[in-house]
Protein backbone atom coordinates (compact mmCIF):
# COMPACT_ATOMS: atom_id res chain seq x y z
CA UNK A 1 0.00 0.00 0.00
CA UNK A 2 1.39 3.10 -0.58
CA UNK A 3 1.99 6.41 1.56
CA UNK A 4 -0.40 8.94 -0.05
CA UNK A 5 -1.19 11.86 1.83
CA UNK A 6 -4.50 13.17 2.08
CA UNK A 7 -6.08 15.95 0.03
CA UNK A 8 -6.61 17.89 3.36
CA UNK A 9 -2.83 16.91 4.19
CA UNK A 10 -1.42 18.34 1.17
CA UNK A 11 -3.33 21.52 1.62
CA UNK A 12 -2.55 22.58 5.10
CA UNK A 13 1.27 21.37 3.51
CA UNK A 14 0.84 23.77 0.66
CA UNK A 15 -0.37 26.28 3.00
CA UNK A 16 2.85 26.15 5.35
CA UNK A 17 5.29 26.05 3.05
CA UNK A 18 3.16 29.38 1.40
CA UNK A 19 3.14 30.98 4.77
CA UNK A 20 6.97 30.28 5.01
CA UNK A 21 8.22 31.53 1.85
CA UNK A 22 6.23 35.29 2.59
CA UNK A 23 7.23 35.71 5.97
CA UNK A 24 11.13 35.04 4.62
CA UNK A 25 10.24 37.55 1.29
CA UNK A 26 8.94 39.90 4.38
CA UNK A 27 12.08 39.10 6.23
CA UNK A 28 14.22 40.02 3.48
CA UNK A 29 12.70 43.10 2.61
CA UNK A 30 12.84 44.16 6.57
CA UNK A 31 17.09 43.50 6.04
CA UNK A 32 17.14 45.76 2.92
CA UNK A 33 15.40 48.19 4.47
CA UNK A 34 18.01 47.83 7.70
CA UNK A 35 20.79 48.20 4.95
CA UNK A 36 19.99 50.81 3.29
CA UNK A 37 19.38 52.50 6.13
CA UNK A 38 22.82 51.95 7.65
CA UNK A 39 24.34 53.17 4.65
CA UNK A 40 22.36 56.33 4.15
CA UNK A 41 23.44 57.10 8.23
CA UNK A 42 26.82 56.48 7.39
CA UNK A 43 26.96 58.46 4.23
CA UNK A 44 24.93 61.35 6.26
CA UNK A 45 27.66 61.09 8.86
CA UNK A 46 30.53 61.66 6.41
CA UNK A 47 28.65 64.49 4.63
CA UNK A 48 28.76 66.32 8.14
CA UNK A 49 31.98 65.75 8.51
CA UNK A 50 32.88 67.21 5.00
CA UNK A 51 30.39 70.37 5.42
CA UNK A 52 32.17 71.62 9.10
CA UNK A 53 35.80 70.86 7.02
CA UNK A 54 34.51 73.44 4.21
CA UNK A 55 33.09 75.51 6.85
CA UNK A 56 36.85 75.40 8.78
CA UNK A 57 38.22 76.12 5.17
CA UNK A 58 35.62 78.73 4.50
CA UNK A 59 34.64 76.97 0.95
CA UNK A 60 31.25 78.36 0.42
CA UNK A 61 30.65 76.35 -3.35
CA UNK A 62 31.87 72.67 -1.65
CA UNK A 63 29.37 73.64 1.20
CA UNK A 64 26.55 74.38 -0.39
CA UNK A 65 27.30 71.30 -2.61
CA UNK A 66 27.54 69.31 0.89
CA UNK A 67 24.53 70.66 2.32
CA UNK A 68 22.20 69.96 -0.86
CA UNK A 69 23.65 66.51 -0.92
CA UNK A 70 22.82 66.11 3.15
CA UNK A 71 19.68 67.31 2.41
CA UNK A 72 18.38 64.55 0.00
CA UNK A 73 19.99 62.01 1.97
CA UNK A 74 17.83 63.37 5.08
CA UNK A 75 14.59 63.63 2.81
CA UNK A 76 15.41 59.61 1.86
CA UNK A 77 15.71 58.81 5.67
CA UNK A 78 12.49 60.83 6.77
CA UNK A 79 10.60 58.71 3.63
Known amino acids: MKNENSYAELTKAYAL ?3 QRKEKFVQ ?3 IDILLHESLLKEK ?5 RKI ?17 ELKNIEKELNA
Open 17 to 19: AHQ
Open 28 to 30: SIY
Open 44 to 48: QKKLK
Open 52 to 68: DEAIDCNDRETFHLLAE
